[in-house]
Structure formats: structure tokens, C-alpha cells
């Protein structure tokens, strides 16, 4: 605690909008979530960070086509769709990246020969888009009561020319030498996934990676006080 | 997946409910339900929602050559989408007809009815006019769609603003929004689309159905209507046969909802403006009520990553250096290089297998080890057998063994890396046969 105070003074002193190099001075954006907002998918999230926003909608345990069917747990699926345009190959790639970590956290086993959908909506993007399709997902999962091993996070980062490391980039910070997203777990915030664009070293992404995982901290008791807040009696 | 039927007693209670002019949100005959609309942070985006139905609307701009026979006027495009999210029934491939159905009438209401000035959209007459793109996504049915639709797109177009362009003789400035601030679009009118779902064969009409009452609809008669009472676009589905004075009583309930729709959607572009101008907060962030217990927000937060670089130079200490990696490449021919010795050919596995009968297990025949430059063109014969080989003990599967030929066929090895498989035409038919069999 004491440690996030004197984080917390640094930060007044400067000008708090972006990152200072390497340093305490990696900022997350503003953080919003709503749930339930849908009345016709089982569990829905609206996951809004900074100005980047996507809205998840979570079918599930349900009715599977018998050409999809596996015999001993469920079938996920994800659909991502783009605000504009058609689906193209862009959204197909990050589609099986968020199925592949949600199939690393979703207890399939115990409902098999069903089917679980997530539909991902691009509402604005503003940067760290990935990321912030992983933590609605995660959310809209919650919200649908899907059963879990653990909850996952997406933490994106950039790496500027000069080595700089910046949080949570917004999309002209992304015009950087390098981006990287990671999916982490909750549990012991062990890496689930990981979609790198760019040049870095291996010293650079292991640098990065444990900044995620410091900013996966802070994902995860938004989290958690948005669900207490949700459940509490009080 | 396939929608849940409705069940008998639900749609008689809903008749009868309907019967007794009594609806099940409590909502009079022409009531609407709430609308909200929420701007988001870049221009032409908007979330409409119509009691529960929430629709999606961006607008888009781009610069293109126009259509040869209309060489003076931008282009209109309208997309609507019924999202996966929407319903469960909603899959690619199951909702056509509705889907058809639904942007024909979007088009006819908002192209046909010319409400926007695609004259002002040219640029350069004949080589470069606006393409304005107009995207509309279902998220939640809860009845109504094109109402909600045709809102969210017309308060789209009104709340975009395309970059400014000037044309100089022949040079042509686009102008970033830094550099000049963005311009709205010419809207002549907004056309607003007003559905009546009709009951018991015309007897009963209800104003904005939700999602139960369009189950059990006979049909629907959707009006499209400015607030000058211009009616830009009437249709009338469901095969249901209305009177004259029925027809005119539904545009004149148009005609006062439209208007009132058209209020509110003005109010809050305006609103949305003056926030824009004052420096305030907006977008979809800020229309995220505060009050919900399912809403939650949190500030910036800082993140301490001081500890960054000790912690990667310990992983990194810690871990194995990566292996050494010889890659020298081999040049055989221009053109055929080889980089690495590659694995062992998978294909050879089968080969193998088929010929353990015989072979007892013997050597991989087919791996070729030299390559003949330049001519490249060597004979590959692998395996060519007299006797036909026996290739499981199944009696009870029916299986005709080709003999392989006895002239197998010359193969060029030009184009392929040093250890390749080449064998007669008919082994690939054997092949796959005996794949089938051990399965």
C-alpha cells in the first residue's frame, strides 16, 4: 500500500496522461463495466476502456449442431465482428486467439454436447483492442454463470523506439515498434495467451509481461469490486 | 441454434390480452416504448435503443470514383446487420428472408426518399465523390427492429461529419481534422419509420410490437414519415387486407409519433454538441448510469513497474540460452535451395506399413539421398512389386489391390527438396485405401 501512495504522488507531480519512460509512470486507462445490459443473451458485458469499448454477448450452455458436437465437453465458439465493414481474416485471427484463452479457463467438461458462443461487438476502438475483447468476454462469462477455473484479463503493451514501455496503449501510442497483448489467469497470473506485433528482445518481452502482470493486479480487483458491488447485499 | 416455438397458451393469452386492449408492459394502444440514444466519442456513432432492442449505428466515409451513369452524386451505402448477440436464432445462413426484408426497407426509406444531398457529396465531377458507408448492428431483439434501425441510422448521419475537402483547379486538399475542423452532412429531412403490428385480421392494431406481440402478428404495416407528414416510404407485409380509413388513421398516428421522435432526436444531438463544444465528457463511458448496481467504473489507475527489469533479468538468467541454430543454405540449381536437413517424410510411414507384410519391417526405401542436377530428371522406383500385397486381415472388408506399374513413371526432381517420395500413379489410390482400413 504504501508503495502505490508514493506511485500515487509521483503521478500528481507529473502530468498523469501518458507514461514517463520505464518507470513508476505506466498508467491504465479510465476502466467501465456494465453487465446484463442484454435481455436476450444468457450473460453480457459492455467493457469500456478509455475510449476503446466492445460489448460481449455469452450463449450458453445450449443446443449444439450435431456436425460441432464433441462427446466429452463443450463446444466454444467466439464471433468478433467489426464495426464497419465485413469480417475479414483480421478478426478471424483474434476470434481463435480469445476462444483458444477461453478454452484454457472454461470448464467444458462439465457441460458436454453443448455449446458455448461468444459475440463480440466492436463498439469503438481507440486502441488495446484485443485486450479489452478478452476482459468482456471474461465479464460476459461471469455474468452468464459459465463455469470457470479461473477468470483471465488482457493487458496490451507497446514498446516505443526508444525502449519505452507503455501501458495500455491507445491507438497512436500503438504506432509503436512494437505491441504486444497478453492474456493472464487469476489465479497465479500464469500467461494464457500472447499476440505480439513488432521487433523487441527477449529481455523486452519479459519486461513487458511482468508489467502485465503487475497491471493484471489492478484488472482483477476492478473485477472483483464490480462484482462485489453487483452481489453485495448492502 | 433454432428459436424456442411459442407456446399455444402464450399466444392465446396474448390475443386475448390484446382483445381487452391490455398489453403486457403496460403500454396504451399507440404507445412507444422509451427511447435513449448515446453518442460515442468519434462522430457517427450512436447506440439507439427502443425499450430493450439496442442497435448499433456508425457512419463511414471514403473517397472513390463515381457510378459512370450518375458521374455528379456521392454514394450511399446501408449495411444492417442482425448480430449474432441479438437472439439465439439469429445465425449466419438462418436469417435471410428477414434480413432481405429489412434492408430493402432501410434503403427505400433513406435512399429513395433522397434525404440526404448526394450532390453535395461530389467532389471532383466524374472522378472523385464521398462514399458515406452507414453500418447498422442488431444487438439486443426485442421487437421493432426497423424502428430502431431507421433511428439510429438517421441520427447517424445527422451526427457524422465528413473531412472537408477544397478543390483548387485541378488539386484536390484533403484536410485532416486537425487541420479543418470536420463537416456535417446536407439532410434535407429525416425520415423515421413507425411499424403497426395488426391482430385478428385487422380488428386490433398495436404501435410498436415488442418482440411476443410480432410473434403473434398477422401482419405489419410499417409507414415511413418525415415530420413535414411527407411519407417517404409505406409497406404493408403479412398478407393481411386493410381498409382505406384504417391506412390513413395508422399515417396520422404516424405523423404525430414521428414528430415527437424527431424532438427527442434533435434534443439530443444538440445535447451531444454542447457538451462536444463546452470540453465536457462525452461518449459511451459517460452514458453509463451511475446508479446501476451492474455498472461499474474506475479511474485511471498508475501502475508501478519499477520492478520490471530486475524481474525479467532473473527470468532471463534463470532460463536456458536458446539452442544454436545452423542454418547454412545449400544452393542445388537456381531456383532449388535447401536450408536445414527437414524431417523424415511422413509419407514414407505408409509405405512402410504396407510393406511390413512382406519386408518385415525393412529399411525406408524411400528416402532418396542424391539429386541429379540440371537435366534433374531421375527415376524413382519405389517398390515395385510382382505380387499383389495383402494388406490386412480383414475378411470382411472388400478391398481391390492395383498393381503398381511396371514401368513406373520418370519424375522431374527440380523442384523438390532432397528427400522426396515419388511413386506410381495407381499407389496413391492404395494408399488411401489402406488409411480407410486402419481406421
Known amino acids: ?234 | 441454434m433454432k428459436e424456442t416455438p411459442l407456446s399455444n397458451c402464450e399466444r392465446r393469452f396474448l390475443l386475448r390480452a390484446i382483445e381487452e386492449k391490455k398489453r403486457l408492459d403496460g403500454r396504451q394502444t399507440y404507445d412507444y416504448r422509451n427511447i435513449r440514444i448515446s453518442f460515442g466519442t468519434d462522430y457517427g456513432c450512436c447506440i439507439v435503443e427502443l425499450g430493450k432492442t439496442r442497435v448499433l449505428g456508425q457512419v463511414s466515409c471514403e473517397l472513390v470514383s463515381p457510378k459512370l451513369n450518375r458521374a455528379t452524386e456521392g454514394i450511399l451505402f446501408f449495411n444492417l446487420e442482425l448480430s449474432q448477440m441479438a437472439a439465439p436464432a439469429f445465425e449466419p445462413g438462418r436469417q435471410s428472408d428477414l434480413l432481405v426484408k429489412l434492408n430493402r426497407l432501410m434503403e427505400r426509406c433513406l435512399r429513395n426518399s433522397k434525404c440526404i444531398d448526394t450532390e453535395s457529396l461530389c467532389v471532383v465531377a466524374g472522378e472523385k465523390v464521398w462514399q458515406i458507408r452507414v453500418d447498422l448492428h442488431l444487438l439486443n431483439h426485442d421487437g421493432n427492429i426497423i424502428d430502431a434501425a431507421s433511428i439510429a441510422a438517421i441520427v447517424a448521419l445527422c451526427h457524422f461529419r465528413r473531412p472537408d475537402v477544397s478543390v483548387q483547379g485541378d488539386e484536390v486538399t484533403l484536410y485532416t481534422p486537425e487541420e479543418r475542423d470536420p463537416v456535417p452532412l446536407s439532410i434535407h429531412h429525416m425520415p423515421i419509420c413507425v411499424s403497426f403490428a395488426f391482430f385478428q385480421q385487422g380488428a386490433y392494431l398495436l404501435v410498436d410490437p415488442n418482440e411476443r406481440e410480432e410473434r403473434v402478428m398477422d401482419g405489419l404495416l410499417v409507414i415511413a414519415m418525415n415530420k413535414h407528414r411527407e411519407i417517404c416510404t409505406i409497406q404493408s407485409s403479412g398478407g393481411i387486407m386493410l381498409l382505406k380509413d384504417q391506412v390513413l388513421r395508422c399515417s396520422k398516428i404516424a405523423g404525430v409519433k414521428v414528430a415527437e421522435i424527431t424532438e427527442l432526436i434533435l434534443k439530443a444531438l444538440e445535447n451531444d454538441q454542447k457538451v462536444r463544444k463546452e470540453g465536457g465528457k462525452f461518449g459511451f463511458a459517460e452514458s453509463i448510469a451511475n446508479q446501476r448496481i451492474t455498472a461499474f467504473k474506475m479511474e485511471k489507475a498508475p501502475i508501478d513497474t519499477s520492478d520490471v527489469e530486475e524481474k525479467a533479468e532473473e527470468i532471463i538468467a534463470e532460463a536456458e540460452p536458446p539452442s544454436e541454430v545452423v542454418s547454412t543454405p545449400v544452393l542445388w540449381t537456381p531456383g532449388t535451395a535447401q536450408i536445414g536437413e527437414g524431417v523424415e517424410n511422413s509419407w514414407g510411414d505408409l509405405e512402410d506399413s504396407e510393406k511390413e507384410d512382406d519386408e518385415g519391417g525393412g529399411d525406408q526405401a524411400i528416402i532418396l539421398d542424391g539429386i541429379k542436377m540440371d537435366t534433374g530428371v531421375e527415376v524413382s522406383d519405389i517398390g515395385s512389386q510382382d505380387a499383389p500385397i495383402i494388406l490386412s486381415d480383414s475378411e470382411e472388408e472388400e478391398m481391390i489391390i492395383l498393381e503398381p506399374d511396371k514401368n513406373p513413371k520418370k519424375i522431374r526432381t527440380q523442384t523438390t527438396s532432397a528427400k522426396q517420395e515419388k511413386a506410381p500413379s495407381k499407389k496413391p489410390v492404395k494408399r488411401r485405401k489402406k488409411k480407410r482400413a486402419a481406421n
Open chain 1, 1 to 234: 500500500m504504501e508503495e502505490e501512495t508514493h506511485t500515487d504522488a509521483k503521478i500528481r507531480a507529473e502530468n498523469g496522461t501518458g507514461s514517463s519512460p520505464r518507470g513508476p509512470g505506466c498508467s491504465l486507462r479510465h476502466f467501465a463495466c456494465e453487465q446484463n445490459l442484454l435481455s436476450r443473451p444468457d450473460g453480457s458485458a459492455s467493457f469500456l476502456q478509455g475510449d476503446t469499448s466492445v460489448l460481449a454477448g455469452v450463449y450458453g450452455p445450449a443446443e449444439v449442431k450435431v456436425s460441432k458436437e464433441i462427446f466429452n465437453k463443450a463446444t466454444l465458439e467466439v464471433i468478433l465482428r467489426p464495426k464497419i465493414g465485413l469480417p475479414g481474416v483480421a478478426e478471424k485471427s483474434r476470434e481463435r486467439l480469445i476462444r483458444n484463452t477461453c478454452e484454457a479457463v472454461v470448464l467444458g467438461t462439465l457441460h458436454p454436447r453443448t455449446s458455448i458462443t461468444v459475440v463480440l461487438q466492436v463498439v469503438s476502438d481507440a486502441g488495446s483492442l484485443l485486450a479489452c475483447c478478452l476482459n468482456a468476454a471474461c465479464m460476459a462469462l461471469v455474468d452468464a454463470g459459465v463455469p470457470m477455473r479461473a477468470l483471465f484479463c488482457g493487458v496490451a503493451c507497446a514498446l516505443d523506439s526508444d525502449g519505452t514501455l507503455v501501458l495500455d496503449p491507445t491507438s497512436k501510442q500503438e504506432k509503436a515498434r512494437a505491441v504486444l497483448t497478453f492474456a493472464l489467469d487469476s489465479v497465479e497470473r500464469k500467461l494464457l495467451m500472447s499476440s505480439t506485433k513488432g521487433l523487441y528482445s527477449d529481455t523486452e518481452l519479459q519486461q513487458c509481461l511482468a508489467a502485465a502482470q503487475a497491471a493484471s493486479q489492478h484488472v482483477f480487483r476492478f473485477y472483483r469490486e464490480s462484482l462485489q458491488r453487483r452481489y453485495s447485499k448492502s
